[in-house]
Every structure is written in C-alpha cells, then in structure tokens.
C-alpha cells in the first residue's frame, strides 16, 4: 500500500469548500459562478465559529441590501410616476375605472393586436411619467449602493450594518 503526504491545514480546509460547493452546485443549491468565485472567500485561520459567523452576518447583509435596493426601486418608480395601478378585478370595477376616466390608452401600440384592452394602461393620467428623472436617480444611486457594498465586504458586519441603515432611510429624489 502507498503511502499518501499528510495534507496541510489550509490544503485540506480548500479541498473540504471545493467538494462542498461542487456538492450544492450539482444539487441546484448553489450557482456555480458564485461557487467558483466565493468559494473559499471565508476560509482563514481564525475559529471555526467566529468565521462562520462573520461569513453569516456578511452574507445577511449582502442579502438584506439586495431588498434594500428592491424597495428603493418601488418607490422611485412610484415617485416618478412609472407604476402602473393594478387592471380591474371584476365588471363593475372595470366600469367605474371607465367612467371616471382612470386609464390611459397608448396611442404607438395597435389595440387590436392582442384584444381590446391591450394598449389600455390602468393608471390616473394626472400622474405624468418622468423616465428622464428616474434615470438620473438611478445614476445618482449607483454609488451610494456600491459605498455600501463596499463596507460590506470590508468592514465589520456592525459598521456595515450601520451604512445599510443609512442607505435604507436616505430620501428618495
């Protein structure tokens, strides 16, 4: 029988991630992107237990500024005008929508296309859409999403938690 080199600490910690992510990556559990990527980004030296809950917290927050982002998305797009309200539920809906005149018929599609109510969009046409404004908002916060990003991945979870929350409550304009 053959003998076999002891590994290393840190060899067989690498080989133990790479098997693991492989495991989750064919199970469906895991994009292999991220998997090649940020396979190995938590492992060092320290405990076990203080890694993994440093890895956890940033993985949290990474998470929460992703619904973060979302629900800034929303509302801009509400500020701005570009949401639409909800189509009507039921006949009587769709009369009094009628009536009181709360839809706006988009005059560069063809209604016929796909029925009578496609180019019909159920919305108060008093709100105006500012796309020009939405654009230059999303422009505007692209590098306050990346600053918090950035202290995610570099500083403690408690600091980045703090510039999450900063970036959540700051004003929509």
Do not use: C
């Not at 990527?37 to 405990?47: D, W």
């Not at 202290?151 to 700051?170: C, G």
């Amino acid at each position: 029988m053959a003998k076999t080199k002891p590994m290393a600490e840190e060899e067989l910690l690498t080989l133990v991630a790479r098997q693991y992510n492989e495991a989750l990556r064919r199970s469906g559990a895991l994009d292999y992107n991220y998997a090649k990527n940020n396979s190995l980004a938590h492992l060092s030296t320290k405990g076990e237990e203080e890694m993994d809950t440093n890895y956890d917290q940033r993985q949290h927050l990474k998470y929460r500024l992703r619904e973060v982002e979302s629900d800034r998305k929303l509302k801009a797009k509400e500020t701005f005008g570009l949401v639409d309200q909800e189509s009507p539920q039921s006949f009587a809906d769709l009369q009094a929508r009628l009536a009181s005149g709360m839809f706006v018929v988009n005059e560069k599609e063809d209604a016929q296309k796909y029925g009578p109510f496609y180019a019909v969009r159920w919305r108060d046409p008093a709100v105006k859409e500012d796309r020009p404004g939405y654009d230059t908002w999303k422009k505007s916060e692209a590098p306050k999403r990346q600053a918090v990003s950035d202290d995610i991945a570099i500083k403690d979870p408690k600091e980045a938690l703090e510039s999450l929350r900063a970036y959540e409550a700051s004003s929509i304009q």
